[in-house]
């Protein structure tokens, strides 16, 4: 029986043959073999062998995936699911490997996934237990773009015509999974490829530092229409009485800071409410200064006098305890080496830079995580910032009921994302995560077990599945709230006869949004429509 995926992947030949990449008798022995293939997974397989790359001198060698004649199958996780509000959606995480859960998801989500976001392990050292499972030997990169290629292929059939993939990768690696992405989504389908940045400064040494990585997008549908970006108000909760032209403001940064470079025009004393005050607060330090004795940093204002004189007077200085500060306008800012505000776009065009300010960075990342996980690197290193998966997504997306995939969950940060974005615009995304539960010297019991359910757990309901609330993340927010489903893949022998164990009793019709059948008649037919090693049933 011929299926989707079969009809896709020979479409395929005929398109690299048109393309001059292969040679027309060896995709029509191709097309033989995907058709006789005995399912989707071989066909894939079988794809994945013609796959060159002519174009661009490009080639890996595939390493394919280990063959099973077992139906894969979603189980629920009752103990780890959790449901705390009917009135918003059910989200899913899987427990297993991205390959069979793709496979699972078809049978549900085959054109309705909006958004992809993917961070994959980018080789040797982090592709661990997961590659060793699937290919038994050595990790290279030849690895990590055969283990790519068919879960890019399902993935490709997950996505809505509009829909978009993105794909975190590091400078080692780029090119080459571009290559790849080109070869599935076709150059046609590519959107954008830009630096996210990773980390801020460095420490001195004789090589260049490493403060990047990157981010590529492709789509089904190459006139995307991006949204502009929104500038961030929800730190903007102060008022006065400018308001009305200038908006919400907020206290953002002392007057005086204390740097390596030392001008006097910027050293001088300020009386305001009757007070004196010297930047760094000691007067003796101030009259030293004055006097040319300096330490190792020295004290001085932001502003020169005659700025902070028309700062006073237009109401941007206030005074807060016994430091000064300067105020932050939501609308309107302080033009560069000018006296006088600024009006500001409340949102902007991206550009190819636009991922390199702080807030992406993995620095930050990590405050976000130690807040949820008190000393989280201890046992997850390098998450991603949820802001990051949050412009992504509002860039390209904005249906407020959208489903974001997910497959390579890691810490859980895509869930993150979208249960923020849903309660600051009162959305109804769904998110699925898929997330192998390997098990490291850091996460004994699994990456999924100790990671990505307790930081769900956590942020949905304010407490971890043992009851404790001793986490910081609940003083500056409260719990999301919604609904998690967590879902296992299990297996069954496509020969099994025994009662109550066959694939037709076994696998649940609900878990993949169907009513019970009515019949067993019916719940055969589905079960070998949707699961190709079922079809010898029929």
């Known amino acids: 029986m011929e299926t989707e995926i079969k009809d896709g992947l020979i479409k395929e030949l005929d398109r690299r043959v048109a393309d001059k990449i292969l040679e027309p008798t060896n995709a029509e022995l191709l097309k033989k073999l995907i058709g006789n293939a005995d399912n989707d997974n071989e066909a894939m397989m079988i794809a994945e062998l013609g796959t060159t790359y002519k174009k661009t001198g490009f080639h890996f060698d595939p390493r394919l995936e280990k063959m099973s004649s077992d139906i894969r199958y979603f189980k629920k996780n009752q103990k780890l699911s959790f449901h705390t509000d009917d009135n918003k959606p059910t989200h899913k995480l899987i427990i297993g490997d991205n390959y069979e859960a793709l496979q699972n998801l078809l049978v549900q989500y085959r054109g309705e996934v909006d958004v992809i976001y993917i961070d994959p392990p980018y080789g040797k050292d982090n592709m661990g237990d997961f590659a060793k499972t699937n290919y038994q030997n050595a990790i290279t990169r030849d690895n990590l773009l055969s283990m790519l290629y068919p879960r890019l292929q399902l993935a490709k059939r997950l996505l809505a015509p509009s829909g978009v993939i993105f794909c975190s990768i590091d400078d080692r690696n780029q090119a080459y999974v571009k290559c790849l992405f080109d070869e599935v989504f076709e150059e046609k389908g590519f959107l954008f490829n830009v630096a996210r940045i990773t980390k801020k400064g460095g420490k001195t040494t004789d090589t260049i530092q490493k403060n990047n990585d990157y981010v590529l997008a492709y789509s089904l549908d190459s006139n995307i229409v991006f949204s502009k970006k929104e500038k961030e108000l929800s730190s903007y909760d102060l008022e006065d009485e400018f308001v009305q032209q200038r908006g919400r403001y907020k206290i953002s940064q002392t007057l005086d800071y204390s740097g390596l470079s030392y001008s006097k025009s910027m050293d001088y004393p300020i009386t305001l409410n009757g007070k004196t005050f010297y930047p760094g607060g000691s007067k003796k330090d101030w009259e030293d200064r004055q006097n040319g004795k300096h330490g190792k940093s020295d004290w001085i204002w932001r502003w020169k006098k005659s700025a902070y004189e028309w700062g006073l007077e237009n109401g941007l200085?206030?005074?807060?305890?016994?430091?000064?500060?300067?105020?932050?306008?939501?609308?309107?800012?302080?033009?560069?080496?000018?006296?006088?505000?600024?009006?500001?776009?409340?949102?902007?065009?991206?550009?190819?830079?636009?991922?390199?300010?702080?807030?992406?960075?993995?620095?930050?990342?990590?405050?976000?995580?130690?807040?949820?996980?008190?000393?989280g690197e201890d046992i997850f290193k390098n998450p991603k910032p949820s802001c990051l998966i949050k412009d992504l997504i509002k860039m390209v997306c904005t249906n407020p009921s959208s489903i974001i995939l997910d497959f390579f969950a890691g810490s859980g940060t895509t869930?993150?994302?979208?249960?923020?974005?849903?309660?600051?615009?009162?959305?109804?995304?769904?998110?699925?995560?898929?997330?192998?539960?390997?098990?490291?010297?850091?996460?004994?019991?699994?990456?999924?077990?100790?990671?990505?359910?307790?930081?769900?757990?956590?942020?949905?309901?304010?407490?971890?599945?043992?009851?404790?609330?001793?986490?910081?993340?609940?003083?500056?927010?409260?719990?999301?709230?919604?609904?998690?489903?967590?879902?296992?893949?299990?297996?069954?022998?496509?020969?099994?006869?025994?009662?109550?164990?066959?694939?037709?009793?076994?696998?649940?019709?609900?878990?993949?949004?169907?009513?019970?059948?009515?019949?067993?008649?019916?719940?055969?037919?589905?079960?070998?429509?949707?699961?190709?090693?079922?079809?010898?049933?029929?």
């Not at 302080?334 to 065009?349: A, H």
């Not at 009851?467 to 296992?488: A, H, I, M, R, S």
């Open 415 to 538: 869930g993150h994302a979208v249960l923020d974005l849903n309660e600051k615009d009162g959305g109804n995304r769904q998110f699925i995560l898929c997330q192998i539960n390997e098990k490291t010297d850091e996460n004994p019991n699994g990456i999924a077990l100790d990671v990505t359910t307790k930081r769900l757990k956590r942020i949905m309901t304010g407490k971890c599945y043992d009851g404790t609330k001793d986490f910081p993340w609940l003083k500056d927010n409260k719990p999301y709230g919604g609904n998690l489903d967590v879902y296992e893949i299990a297996k069954v022998l496509d020969s099994e006869t025994s009662k109550g164990k066959t694939p037709f009793e076994v696998i649940d019709e609900t878990l993949y949004g169907k009513e019970k059948f009515k019949s067993l008649r019916e719940k055969v037919q589905w079960v070998c429509e949707k699961f190709s090693n079922a079809r010898k049933h029929l």
């Open 317 to 375: 200085i206030v005074l807060k305890g016994n430091r000064i500060y300067t105020k932050t306008y939501a609308n309107c800012r302080k033009k560069n080496g000018k006296d006088e505000l600024e009006f500001i776009e409340p949102e902007k065009s991206y550009t190819t830079l636009s991922f390199l300010e702080n807030e992406y960075s993995n620095d930050n990342a990590k405050k976000e995580f130690d807040k949820i996980f008190v000393n």
